[in-house]
């Protein structure tokens, strides 16, 4: 495995990002719905860094089967009502933006005062959709990346930095099957 981002490089690119979100909002209150579980670690450290009321609501969708997209499930039972609220997304990295898309679809549908996100890594070259999140903090090369929330079959997202899976670490173990 090779580190791409160290804890310094997260914690810096994180600061950033709660920096810029506290100048747009202003103080006003916000709701942030973090997209489960890959940023789960992102959503922890970046609202402990927000200076501001927040709500914290949280909603999960799944795509990923190893390596390659499967079709996306959502479910949004835990998540807070958003209707006339300032609504922040958070998720964990945007690859093609099809998850992005589809939640805003449903979330846009709830009649939310403003809707925008937030993603901790956006990957260079793979976007298939118009979107662009309002806040990234890291824009990384196209390569499979694990830890600080993200997984590879549900494994490696305690990883406190970001690393590249090289292909002998692609073998799924037979206790993961
Ligand atoms: P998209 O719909 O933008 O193609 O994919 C978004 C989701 O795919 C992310 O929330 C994440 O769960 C997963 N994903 C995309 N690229 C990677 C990657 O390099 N590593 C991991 N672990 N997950 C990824
Ligand atoms: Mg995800």
């Given at each position: 495995?090779?580190?791409?981002l160290?804890?310094?490089?997260?914690?810096?690119?994180?600061?950033?990002?709660?920096?810029?979100?506290?100048?747009?909002?202003?103080?006003?209150?916000?709701?942030?719905?973090?997209?489960?579980?890959?940023?789960?670690?992102?959503?922890?450290?970046?609202?402990?860094?927000?200076?501001?009321?927040?709500?914290?609501?949280?909603?999960?969708?799944?795509?990923?089967?190893?390596?390659?997209?499967?079709?996306?499930?959502?479910?949004?039972?835990?998540?807070?009502?958003?209707?006339?609220?300032?609504?922040?997304?958070?998720?964990?990295?945007?690859?093609?933006?099809h998850?992005?898309?589809?939640?805003?679809?449903?979330?846009?549908?709830?009649?939310?005062?403003s809707?925008?996100?937030?993603?901790?890594?956006?990957?260079?070259?793979?976007?298939?959709?118009?979107?662009?999140?309002?806040?990234?903090?890291f824009?990384?090369?196209?390569?499979?990346?694990?830890?600080?929330?993200?997984?590879?079959?549900?494994?490696?997202?305690?990883?406190?930095?970001?690393?590249?899976?090289?292909?002998?670490?692609?073998?799924?173990?037979?206790?993961?099957?």
């Open positions: 495995m090779k580190v791409l160290d804890q310094q490089q997260l914690e810096a690119g994180v600061e950033r990002m709660a920096r810029d979100i506290e100048s747009l909002y202003g103080g006003k209150p916000l709701t942030i719905i973090g997209i489960m579980t890959g940023s789960v670690v992102l959503l922890a450290d970046l609202i402990r860094k927000l200076e501001m009321p927040l709500r914290v609501g949280v909603i999960q969708t799944s795509s990923y089967r190893g390596t390659s997209r499967g079709s996306l499930t959502i479910n949004s039972e835990l998540m807070l009502d958003i209707t006339d609220r300032d609504v922040l997304l958070i998720d964990d990295i945007f690859d093609t933006g998850t992005l898309k589809e939640v805003i679809q449903l979330m846009n549908s709830l009649g939310p005062s809707l925008r996100s937030a993603v901790l890594l956006k990957k260079s070259g793979r976007q298939e959709v118009q979107l662009i999140p309002d806040f990234v903090a824009d990384i090369p196209d390569e499979f990346v694990v830890g600080y929330g993200l997984d590879f079959n549900d494994e490696y997202r305690n990883l406190p930095y970001l690393a590249c899976l090289e292909p002998s670490d692609l073998v799924t173990s037979p206790t993961t099957v």
